[in-house]
């Protein structure tokens, strides 16, 4: 068993607390490489913002759990090297069973979803207040899920949305003891959010539903990338195929993180970026072999392209 605080990491009870506070919401970026952690870290270091190292289950089994464990070590130790100790939390996204969660928790993880969403209401509860109970004997804090959202990330599918209704979050929430509260409204996985000619919006209305219900409660929001038209453009004018790819306008996440929402995950933009930036080496240099020479320039993207999140979307700049 390893508690995450002997790797330096901390919960999101606190930080959290802090976000619904003060109108900002707290990074949630995915990593399972070495240079989607460095941009995370360098980025939030510069913008002194804290942060949850957010992995998927498939990440885990990419990276290998041991190696994921002194990476976040790493990161920690990374960031004071870099001049600021900023908070950071490691986080399993979407986990599917108690068992998983569990495994995460002994691997130094600070933090564990559950993700009992698919299931009928009864059992999601079940399963939810079973993970929370254990995950609080280390003082790991628990993410639940309400609502079903559409898209496709790592090995979580869905054809598509069902709304959390908000009036069950309040039944939720006591039942099981969560420290956030995963919601769907209308934000989804994946680059391709939308079609063209649909309005992006995200029901802003039953998030305000949701306030009222659990006044000053965390939070989540999944499936927040923006899909920058831009670095799509790029991708495709280097040899890419990315038709269509349409995501969550950044001004509504930008009022959506003035609320309690304080948690905003986002994945498919960091990998856009890293995927333009790869292009973009191997079109103007083919001749090139050296990894180095296109995951450097790939880390740098990412890197911008996070700092802009937090400090123009998030609002989480300076926070830390």
Request: aromatic share 8%; charged share 25%; net charge negative.
């Amino acid at each position: 068993m390893t508690s995450y605080k002997d790797l330096g990491l901390v919960n999101s009870r606190e930080i959290f607390a802090k976000a619904v506070k003060g109108g900002y919401a707290i990074p949630a970026f995915n990593f399972n490489n070495m240079e989607q952690m460095q941009a995370i870290i360098q980025a939030c270091v510069e913008t002194k913002s804290p942060v949850i190292l957010q992995v998927s289950s498939g990440a885990r089994k990419y990276a290998n759990q041991t190696l994921l464990r002194y990476m976040a070590q790493g990161a920690v130790e990374y960031a004071k090297e870099l001049g600021y100790n900023i908070p950071i939390v490691l986080h399993l996204d979407h986990g599917d069973s108690f068992e998983l969660c569990k495994s995460c928790i002994e691997y130094g993880f600070s933090s564990v979803m559950i993700d009992g969403s698919h299931l009928p209401y009864d059992e999601n509860v079940a399963l939810t207040k079973k993970v929370v109970e254990y995950a609080h004997q280390y003082d790991v804090t628990v993410e639940g899920e309400l609502g079903v959202l559409a898209g496709v990330e790592d090995d979580v599918k869905a054809e598509s949305h069902t709304y959390t209704r908000p009036e069950e979050v309040e039944d939720f929430v006591k039942k099981t003891g969560v420290d956030s509260l995963a919601i769907s409204i209308g934000t989804s996985h994946g680059a391709y959010k939308f079609k063209p000619g649909q309005k992006p919006e995200i029901r802003l209305d039953i998030l305000h539903e949701i306030e009222k219900r659990i006044p000053g409660f965390p939070i989540v929001l999944h499936g927040s990338s923006s899909v920058p038209q831009d670095i799509v453009a790029e991708i495709n004018h280097y040899g890419g195929a990315l038709k269509d790819s349409i995501g969550i306008p950044e001004d509504q996440l930008r009022e959506a993180s003035k609320s309690a929402v304080c948690k905003i995950n986002i994945d498919s933009d960091g990998r856009l970026a890293m995927t333009a930036a790869v292009r973009k080496v191997f079109i103007e240099k083919p001749e090139e072999f050296d990894p180095r020479k296109y995951l450097g320039p790939a880390r740098d993207k990412l890197k911008e392209l996070y700092k802009h999140k937090v400090v123009n979307v998030l609002g989480s700049d300076n926070k830390a």
